[in-house]
């Protein structure tokens, strides 16, 4: 069965640096999205992208933050200066089709900023 | 996207079957309602999706009412790793798949 992967799975960061987590969406998916989830919080939204634009982004999603599909096969979340509230597990998703509510995630990056 | 109103948490034994209820009195015409399953330290999972009556997979069942304003999980003989978060999302994604998770419902499954 086809999967979203994710690297790395645990980056360990210092305040004020930058990290730029990676995503391989299943290949035939169009749609790929970014979320994360904070320690005991629940899941929350963070952008979702396609034909290479940001189709929506939450408030969470500020200037900090940046996505890209820097070819066919990856898709990338970076962090310019991460903070410490910035400590969460992230998780690219994609799907075929933005209608409807079947996503697939990938297993996450958890980010550690020190 | 509707607000959902589920239980915190929840206990069952194995082998039992589990129903989760999940409330969305303002679900409006086009909307879908699905559930999707989360383990610790790990991605949501999709796990059923349906609008009306009833509907059924390898997992899990989903019945919905007429009025539609409820919608209730069922997992069948429940086993110790069907433990874990289970959330219900009811609303029409739209053009940008944006999904807004809950707070889920905790299952834990007892030997």
């Known amino acids: 069965e086809p999967e979203v992967t994710q690297t790395p799975s645990h980056q360990v960061t210092q305040m004020g640096q930058e990290v730029i987590l990676r995503c391989v969406p299943i290949?035939?998916?169009?749609?790929f999205y970014w979320y994360r989830q904070i320690l005991g919080q629940k899941v929350e939204f963070l952008v979702s992208?396609?034909?290479?634009?940001?189709?929506?982004k939450s408030e969470i999603f500020d200037d900090q933050f940046s996505v890209e599909r820097p070819d066919g096969s990856n898709f990338t979340l970076k962090i310019r200066s991460t903070k410490l509230e910035d400590s969460a597990m992230y998780f690219c998703?994609?799907?075929?089709?933005?209608?409807?509510?079947?996503?697939?995630f990938g297993p996450g990056t958890r980010l550690t900023v020190t | 996207l509707a607000k959902t109103t589920q239980p915190i948490s929840m206990d069952s034994y194995e082998g039992q079957e589990v129903n989760i209820t999940c409330s969305h009195n303002?679900?409006?015409?086009?909307?879908?309602i699905t559930w999707y399953q989360q383990f610790p330290s790990q991605g949501p999972r999709f796990i059923i999706q349906?609008?009306?009556t009833k509907v059924t997979n390898e997992v899990a069942s989903l019945f919905i009412p007429a009025d539609r304003k409820s919608s209730t999980l069922s997992l069948p003989r429940v086993s110790l790793s069907d433990t874990a978060v289970y959330y219900c999302?009811?609303?029409?994604?739209?053009?940008?798949?944006?999904?807004?998770f809950g707070q889920g419902t905790t299952l834990q499954v007892k030997p």
């Open positions: 290949s035939n998916h169009l749609y």
């Open positions: 999302l009811v609303g029409e994604a739209g053009n940008t798949g944006k999904l807004i």
């Open positions: 998703a994609s799907s075929e089709s933005p209608v409807g509510y079947e996503q697939y």
């Open positions: 349906g609008y009306k």
């Open positions: 992208f396609y034909n290479n634009e940001i189709s929506e």
């Open positions: 303002n679900i409006a015409t086009n909307d879908y």
